[in-house]
């Protein structure tokens, strides 16, 4: 995604700030919803982004969520000793599966209650038993 004109011009001429001589950008480099979708698509989408510490996720089963350029994320400690980062939504019908930190080896959907481990392996599905066109084994929270 290139950088609009309105943009690269502020930036040029800020880019050889010496620390000494350095301030923050514009007022609309912060609420300008074009720059905040280059910034998701540049930053947060090519690269590593910092969402907690490790103490955090300190045992099996530790957990807590955020929000990562508008995607809900659920961090887990897995029984393996795995510490993954995974989709905070439902496979099913899209909706958030927690909002808070704690521990827990299962995450239940509030809407069908299915449910998933902290590998984000599907454990249950409800009313889904028995049909042919759907297997469990092959459902995992990306």
């Not at 720059?35 to 540049?42: A, K, T, V």
């Not at 947060?44 to 929000?67: A, H």
């Not at 299915?114 to 066109?133: I, N, V």
Request: glycine share 8%; aromatic share 12%.
């Amino acid at each position: 995604m290139p950088i609009p004109e309105q943009f690269a011009e502020v930036l040029r001429g800020v880019e050889n700030q010496t620390y000494q001589t350095a301030w923050s950008l514009p007022g609309r480099f912060y609420v300008d919803e074009e720059w905040f979708n280059i910034e998701n698509q540049r930053l947060f989408s090519q690269q590593w982004v910092c969402v907690g510490r490790v103490e955090e996720l300190e045992n099996p089963g530790d957990f807590f969520t955020c929000d990562i350029a508008g995607q809900p994320v659920l961090l887990t400690h897995g029984k393996d000793g795995k510490r993954r980062a995974l989709s905070n939504i439902c496979l099913h019908r899209g909706t958030i599966l927690v909002e808070e930190s704690g521990s827990s080896d299962r995450f239940t959907c509030p809407y069908h209650r299915w449910s998933y481990d902290a590998a984000g392996q599907l454990l249950t599905a409800p009313r889904m038993t028995g049909r042919k066109d759907f297997t469990s084994e092959e459902c995992r929270l990306p």
